[in-house]
Structures are given as C-alpha cells and as structure tokens.
C-alpha cells in the first residue's frame, strides 16, 4: 500500500447554509460532517493527518478531539488555496503523496480515496484530479477539458462563462499530489477572481507546465456529492440512511418500512433484530440479536441486550438494558438508568439515574430517580421516589424482593429493608426494616346514609 499525507479543509463558515455553527460540525446520521471524513481517511493510515480549522477553530477542535490530528489554524479565511498555504509549515518534513480533502464532502468513501491515490501512482502527474458528472452541477467547479479531451482548468461557477456552466463535470474538491511541488504551486497563486479568493483550483494550469494532470471521473455521484446548503444537507442524510439501512438488513436485521426509519451512523444492532416503523436510533445506540424494536421508539446513547422488547413509543436516552427486559409502551429511560435481566418498565414509567435488579417489574404509571432497586421487586401502580427536595436530590434504596403497593411515595434519603412489604398509599418517610409491613394511611371510617341524603336517588 502507498502511504499518503493527507490534509483536511475544515476552515469555512459554510455562510449557505446560514447557521452559528461551523458548517463541519452540521450532524449527518447523528455525526459531524468532519466526523465521516475522517472514518473515511483512517484506515487508509496517513503518515500525517493534517486538518484546518478557522471558524469557531476551537470548537471543531473540541468536537472532534482524536490524539492522530494535528490542527492547523486559518485565522482568516481566504479561500482553499490560503488554507492549504497555511497548512504548508506542518506538512514541510513530509515526502510523497498528499490527499486534499474538502470537509463538506460527508459521503467520501475509503474505497474511492484507495483508489484515486492509486490513480495518481499509476499515471505519475504531480497532480490527479477528482472528477465526477452532476445532473445538476450548479455551486460547484467546472471541469474545463480542451479539444483533445485534456484538462485545461477547473472554473468556479461565479467566474464561469454560459458555456462553462453548462458543463456537467465538476471538481468534487478531492485532490492528489506530490508533496514536493505543493508549496511552490501555492506560492504563485493570486486572488484575482469573481470571489477575491485564494482558489486551490488554480493550481491546475501550473501543474499542467511541470508534467501533467491526471483527471480520474467517478461515477459514484452521491458519495462524492458535497453539502453547501441544507437541501444538500437533507438529500445525503436521506441517502446515507439508505445506504445505512441497507447495510444493517445485509447483516440480518428486519426493518419493516426501512423508510421510515433513521439509524445513526455509529449504532449498532444484533442479528435478527425486527425494527418496526418509524424508529430512529441515535448515536451511541447498541442492540444485541433477537430483539423487537416497537413503532415509534427513540433510543440513543443506549446498550440493549439480547432479546429485549421495547415497546411502542418508548424513548431511551443513556440506559443499560441486559437481556431479555421488556420495556414500554410509552417508557422513559433516562441517563443512568441500569436494567438487569428481565426486568419489566411498562407504560407511563419514568427511570433516571438508577438500577433495577433482575426480574423487577415497574409496571404502571412509576417514577423512579435515583435509586437502586433490588431484584425480585413488585413496584405497584403510581409509585414515586420523592428524590428531590429542592435543593439536593437524595438516594432510595430498596432491597431485593421488597412488593411495593400501588400509589406508594418514598421520601428519600430512604431504605426498605429486603423482603419487606409497603401497603398501597403509604408515604415511606422512614427507613423500613427487613421483612415488615410499612404502612401510613388515614383509617377509613363510614358516615352511614351521607350519600343518600345529600343527593336523593331517582
Ligand atoms: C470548492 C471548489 C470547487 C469544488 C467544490 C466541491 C475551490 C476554489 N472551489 O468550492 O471547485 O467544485 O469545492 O465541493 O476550491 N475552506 C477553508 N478555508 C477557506 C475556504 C474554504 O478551509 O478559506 C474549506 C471549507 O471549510 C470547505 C472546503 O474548504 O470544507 C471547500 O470550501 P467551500 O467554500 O465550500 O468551496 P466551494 O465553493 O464549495
Ligand atoms: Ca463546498
């Protein structure tokens, strides 16, 4: 394998796509745009891997934080061919190839990077270029070829006569060149365009003096499609679902109307798997085999085990689920929520930030925050940790096989010794010892014929 450089355009505002944040860090799939370059780039093992920021640097930085970058800052944006010529000092001690990188280019492949820099080997140009036809290729660079079907030039839309805006081939912003002839390319390049910028294009004519350019065309449209505005924005993300989708069914996970599904780019789901419609799994998400994922669901950020049921519109965020739980419909599980073995959390339940022994059932109508439940637990109907007194939250600690009636309140700090029982309607307030009854309910008392009187029958 030939080993590159490669360096990364990440410095732009991406002013079209009128948004506060820098236009790499627009998610696709739950990621960063940078975020699916860079997967694409790091199998291909870059002897340096060099990105540039400028707008909101530090966030994009911080974003995107992995030990194998080195940054390099743009601190004025003066288009492509600037960013590159601030990136030359970090590239200086480098031999061989560099790939150039446009950042908003989310859908690059590995495969297409191979081959293109096996392209540039194989034809020997200091410079390769990466081409493809667009059935609408408005925003983009046109490929200008001469007579014999040479490339001459690469024309920016806003410098483009009629003529060369009815080409269809465009510059897809993906380049291959040696190393040694960058800077001194770089160095001659002037701002003497429609833009007042600095066009990494225009080092095109300068390679063709010193030995030619190589023009590689790919047909693969989409994956080399870049995002300027949120239309593109919407039409990669519709196409990387698809792709992701495809992928997932490919490896024996069922989605029963794949388009009305959305998968994150980094989830992960097991083998025989059935997604009902319109599921959306977020980033951070892990299903294990054999489970059913009920219509509507939301889940991220989550580890599910095998064979769990999560039902209908339940929304998961930051939970642990082990095997066989089921979960829903209408289930909320929240940051630090930690599920064993089948344990059981039904409609209208709420967990945060607590874990629920194995077998537990939580099933109607509960919150549970901040606590630990033991296995073997009934928890009735309407049951609410109080964990909150409006200052401090407070931990309740329930032992294993502890059968909580319905409507039950526990007033944490709280402990509910193992085995104990609580009848329906009590307020714990005090911790309750192992194997008791706790109780606290006004006795019931009868006023005979009230009813009657007050309101005679008809
Ligand atoms: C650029 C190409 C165009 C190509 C298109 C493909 C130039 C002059 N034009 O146009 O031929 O068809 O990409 O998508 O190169 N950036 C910086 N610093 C800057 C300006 C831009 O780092 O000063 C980065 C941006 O963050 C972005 C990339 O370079 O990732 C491309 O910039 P953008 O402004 O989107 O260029 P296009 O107009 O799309
Ligand atoms: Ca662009």
Redesign the pocket.
């Known amino acids: 394998m030939n080993r590159c450089s490669v360096l ?9 796509m009128r948004s506060r944040l ?3 860090l627009h998610p696709l799939a739950g990621q960063p745009l940078l975020w699916h370059i860079l997967r694409a780039v790091r199998p291909l093992q870059p002897e340096r891997l060099v990105v ?4 909101q640097a530090e966030a994009v930085e911080q974003t995107i934080a992995a030990p194998d970058i080195h940054w390099v800052r ?1 601190c ?8 590159v010529q601030c990136a030359l000092p970090a590239l200086k001690e480098l031999r061989g190839a560099l790939l150039i990188l ?4 989310p859908l690059i492949s590995t495969e297409i990077l191979q081959q293109l820099l096996d392209y540039h080997h194989r034809q020997g140009h200091p410079l390769t270029l990466l081409t493809t036809r667009m059935e609408n290729p408005a ?4 490929v200008v070829r001469d007579a014999q079907g040479q490339v001459a030039c ?1 024309v ?2 806003k410098d483009a006569s009629e003529a060369q805006r009815a080409i269809d081939e ?4 993906f380049y291959c060149l040696s190393l040694d002839r960058l800077p001194h390319w770089i160095g001659r390049l002037d701002n003497r365009n429609a ?1 007042n ?6 080092i095109v004519p300068m390679a063709l003096a010193e030995g030619g350019v190589a023009a590689w065309c790919c047909e693969e449209r989409i994956a080399l499609s ?1 995002v ?1 505005d949120r239309r593109q924005l919407a039409t990669l993300e519709r196409a990387f679902r698809d792709r992701t989708v495809a992928a997932w069914m490919e490896r024996g996970v069922t989605f029963v109307d794949p388009e009305s599904c959305w998968v994150a780019a980094d989830a992960e789901i097991g083998m025989d798997t059935i997604i009902e419609p319109h599921v959306s799994l977020g980033p951070g998400t892990v299903i294990g085999e054999g489970c059913a994922i009920g219509p509507f669901c939301h889940i991220q950020e989550s580890v599910i085990g095998l064979e769990c049921r999560i039902l209908s519109y339940s929304h998961l965020d930051g939970a642990e689920v082990d095997a066989e739980c089921t979960i829903g419909p209408y289930a909320r599980l929240r940051p630090g929520s930690r599920l064993a073995r089948k344990v059981r959390v039904g409609n209208f339940c709420e967990v945060k930030k607590s874990t629920i022994g194995a077998g537990t059932k939580v099933n109607h109508l509960s919150y549970i925050g901040d606590a630990q439940v033991g296995s073997g637990v009934n928890v009735g109907a309407g049951t609410i940790t109080c964990n909150y007194d409006g200052v401090h939250k407070h931990r309740t600690v329930i032992g294993d096989h502890v059968f909580v009636g319905s409507d039950v309140q526990f007033v944490a700090p709280v402990q509910v010794g193992v085995g104990a029982t609580i009848g329906a309607g009590t307020t714990v307030t005090k911790d309750v010892p192992a194997d008791a009854l706790a109780i606290s309910r006004a006795h019931q008392t009868h006023v005979m014929g009230w009813s009657e009187k007050r309101k005679p029958r008809s």
């Open positions: 990364v355009l990440a410095a732009g505002q991406g002013t079209r820098p236009k790499v540039i920021t400028g707008f743009q004025e944006r003066k288009g492509t061919g600037h960013a446009n950042g908003d280019h925003g983009y660079g046109r690469i920016e839309e465009v510059n897809t912003g833009q910028e600095y066009y990494l294009t225009d870049g300027n």
